[in-house]
């Protein structure tokens, strides 16, 4: 079973900055594609971005230039950097890990996980 837990939400100014990060925990063996997923209220969950575990990126086309994903191999950690942050993105933001994990019968099975998500509020 795998764990995902984000951290560092907050209320922003418009314009601000923000860094989320989102630690993974468990018998993971092996950690595929990290994303970040956003959800304002009343939305459906929308795609924010994405890196593979060679450091391949891709983001929507709503956060170029603004957001940088990133992540640390060796403690299975993905980050979100976000500047020039706008109020219409205040939302609770997601991650989501796919990969390979030891299961209950330690053998390896695939997992797509998502974490319980973070506030992030943008407003002045």
């Known amino acids: 079973q795998v764990q995902l837990v984000e951290s560092g939400g907050g209320l922003v100014q418009p314009g601000g900055s923000l860094r989320l990060s989102c630690a993974t925990s468990?018998?993971?063996?092996?950690?595929?594609?990290m994303a970040w997923y956003r959800q304002a209220p009343g939305m459906r969950r929308e795609f924010v971005a994405t890196?593979?575990?060679?450091?391949?990126?891709k983001y929507d086309d709503s956060v170029k230039g603004r957001f940088t994903i990133s992540r640390d191999n060796a403690k299975n950690t993905v980050y979100l950097q976000m500047n020039s942050l706008k109020p219409d993105e205040t939302a609770v933001y997601y991650c989501?890990?796919?990969?390979?994990?030891?299961?209950?019968?330690?053998?390896?099975?695939?997992?797509?996980?998502w974490g319980q998500g973070t506030q992030v509020t943008v407003s002045s």
């Open positions: 989501n890990a796919k990969g390979l994990a030891r299961n209950s019968a330690n053998r390896n099975s695939w997992f797509d996980d």
């Open positions: 468990g018998s993971i063996v092996s950690i595929d594609a």
């Open positions: 890196i593979t575990k060679a450091g391949i990126t």
